[in-house]
């Protein structure tokens, strides 16, 4: 700095003055410029980057509470709504919370005014009526009268089984040849010697569709028999009506709100 103070004293006023701005302003911006320059070469954490993507990918992907999806079929753009009324038929899915989407949706069903909204949660309902409940038309059928029953084997145990109390014709059971007084030991992997062996079995068949095959281990007059056997679809009559009766999905919906006396709209 002494030098180039000395030098300038040589320099007429004018130019000395030119300089001495030059400088002043030179020496603050390169200062800034040096420091800016140490911010943009500060190594980058990319782990800790990647990590926020990755949380941030997660929350984009997790999927929106069921109270959040139900205020949505209100919103103010079409695309919104119908988003939540697909999320939410795709919930239905999941037996954790399929009772709540369907008790939500009734009451908005019997108390919603917007007509928009209204008609989006009993799509829902449809969808729950047609796919989830027992007024299903894709339920499996066998077609047998059965109960939970015991006996005891060659050493005098005691098990469980599900006896076959009637064969209804021309079923897929009468079609497997399954005859009243067998006992089913199994279906498919599901082990009927439990106290709740007849549940068990009703439930195994509910949850199949009409043309799933399911294998029948069975006793009769002592001996271990295996039967396959077809399942139809569960008729929505079952013994008011020997052929089965093909019913809407708007249908389906009808009868299970005037069944639960909740009023048509």
Not at 29 to 42: L, T, Y
Not at 74 to 99: F, N, S, V
Not at 114 to 131: C, H
Request: glycine letters at 4%; aromatic letters at 6%; hydrophobic letters at 40%.
């Amino acid at each position: 700095m002494l030098i180039i103070r000395t030098e300038m004293m040589k320099l007429n006023p004018t130019v000395r003055i030119f300089v001495a701005v030059m400088l002043a302003g030179w020496l603050p911006v390169s200062s800034i410029c040096a420091q800016q320059d140490e911010e943009n070469e500060a190594p980058v954490d990319e782990k800790a980057a990647d990590d926020l993507t990755e949380e941030e990918n997660v929350e984009a992907t997790l999927p929106k509470p069921v109270g959040a999806l139900f205020d949505q079929l209100g919103a103010d753009t079409a695309r919104e709504r119908i988003e939540a009324e697909q999320a939410l038929i795709q919930q239905l899915a999941d037996g954790k919370i399929r009772d709540r989407i369907r008790d939500r949706a009734v009451e908005l069903y019997s108390s919603s005014n917007d007509p928009e909204v209204w008609l989006r949660v009993r799509e829902i309902l449809k969808n729950y009526v047609s796919e989830h409940s027992d007024f299903g038309p894709r339920r499996g059928f066998l077609g047998v009268l059965h109960s939970l029953t015991e006996y005891p084997d060659e050493k005098g145990v005691i098990h469980r089984a599900v006896r076959v109390e009637m064969v209804v014709p021309d079923t897929p059971a009468a079609k497997a040849k399954l005859l009243s007084g067998d006992l089913i030991l199994k279906i498919d992997d599901v082990n009927l010697d439990t106290p709740h062996g007849d549940l068990s079995f009703f439930r195994h068949i509910f949850l199949q569709q009409g043309g799933k095959t399911v294998k029948l281990k069975v006793l009769r007059d002592w001996k271990v028999i295996e039967l396959d056997a077809v399942l139809a679809n569960r008729p929505v009559e079952l013994f008011g009506q020997q052929q089965r009766e093909e019913k809407s999905p708007d249908e389906l919906l009808r009868a299970w709100l005037d069944e639960r006396e909740i009023e048509l709209r």
